[in-house]
Structures are given as structure tokens and as C-alpha cells.
């Protein structure tokens, strides 16, 4: 693959998932603008975390909520006040453009292991899907560097079948 394909197919991938930040693939409608306090009273009722701890970043109208579910799986949720997109830190691995309004369900099925991770057929991108109910699957790709995030190894080692 020359330079000027590689180029073109990142900003393709990049365009694609920016697309589908934009819009919800079910009904082609925005996504709805985010309420932080809403956001974070509902993770806090999920039950989900034992505890949600809401950080102010500047500018004002950020916030980073730190979140732990269990000892393996720690989250910060970046979430801007009025904005229909977050971005979701886990084990030091970015999870850019996920709906806000779907971002429990994203959490839900990340901490279930419901992740599908795979390199593609040229090995040159790690390519991660999270299943979302009605949505389809979330998808986003990254540069393959010769190493796999842990949990991405774990998500991996999950989708093999066992070996007889």
C-alpha cells in the first residue's frame, strides 16, 4: 500500500467514526446533547461502580468522572456540558466519540468483556468493536505498533475457541 492509500484510507476511518459520533445509526437523528448532572446521577443509580468520583477540568463545562467497577477496570468518562460525544479512558487506551447517551451501555459491555477485538488482514490496524443494543456495533480502529493493549490481549484471548 502506497503513502497516498494509507493516508486516505485514516481519514476515511476517521470521517466513517465521526459519522457515526454524529448520529444515531438506527434512527439517522443527533444524538442528544449531554446533561452532566443527569449523565452522572444516572451512573451513579446504574449500580454499575463502586465509586464515581466528578472532576472539573478546565475550561469549565468539562468534567472527567473517574469511575472503578472492580480492581481490573477503571475508568475516566471525559464529558463536556451541552455535547452529544464523550471520550472513555480505559487501562491507558482512548475509546474516542462514543455517544454520551449510550456511554453505559458501552461501559456495561467493556467491564462484561463484550468487546471484540481483531487485527486486520493486513496487520496494520487493531480493530475494536463494542456491541451496542439497537445501534449496531461502535467501531474504531488504531495503528498496530507490534504490541497489544492488556485488555486488548484479554478481549482477544476471550474470542478464541478453546483449543481440544
Same mark, same amino acid.
Given at each position: 500500500m502506497?503513502?497516498?492509500?494509507?493516508?486516505?484510507?485514516a481519514v476515511a476511518r476517521w470521517q466513517e467514526n465521526r459519522r457515526h459520533a454524529e448520529r444515531s445509526l438506527r434512527t439517522g437523528e443527533p444524538w442528544p446533547l449531554t446533561d452532566v448532572a443527569a449523565f452522572v446521577a444516572?451512573?451513579?443509580?446504574?449500580? +454499575?461502580?463502586? *465509586?464515581?468520583?466528578? /472532576?472539573? !477540568?478546565?475550561? &469549565?463545562?468539562?468534567?472527567?468522572?473517574?469511575?472503578?467497577? #472492580?480492581?481490573?477496570?477503571f475508568f475516566i468518562v471525559m464529558v463536556v456540558d451541552g455535547y452529544s460525544a464523550c471520550r472513555i479512558v480505559f487501562d491507558d487506551y482512548v475509546f474516542d466519540w462514543v455517544p454520551t447517551c449510550l456511554a453505559l451501555e458501552f461501559l456495561q459491555a467493556v467491564i462484561a468483556g463484550e468487546v471484540e477485538?481483531? +487485527?486486520?488482514? *493486513?496487520?496494520?490496524? /487493531?480493530? !475494536?468493536?463494542? &456491541?451496542?443494543?439497537?445501534?449496531?456495533?461502535?467501531?474504531? #480502529?488504531?495503528?498496530?505498533?507490534?504490541?497489544?493493549?492488556?485488555?486488548?490481549?484479554r478481549a482477544m484471548a476471550r474470542g478464541r475457541a478453546p483449543e481440544h
Open positions: 502506497d503513502i497516498l492509500s494509507a493516508i486516505s484510507n444516572a451512573v451513579e443509580a446504574s449500580g +454499575l461502580f463502586e *465509586s464515581v468520583e466528578v /472532576v472539573p !477540568v478546565e475550561p &469549565p463545562r468539562l468534567f472527567d468522572l473517574r469511575l472503578e467497577a #472492580s480492581e481490573d477496570h477485538v481483531t +487485527l486486520s488482514p *493486513s496487520g496494520g490496524q /487493531v480493530l !475494536v468493536g463494542v &456491541p451496542l443494543a439497537g445501534e449496531g456495533t461502535w467501531r474504531e #480502529s488504531r495503528d498496530f505498533r507490534g504490541g497489544f493493549e492488556p485488555w486488548e490481549a
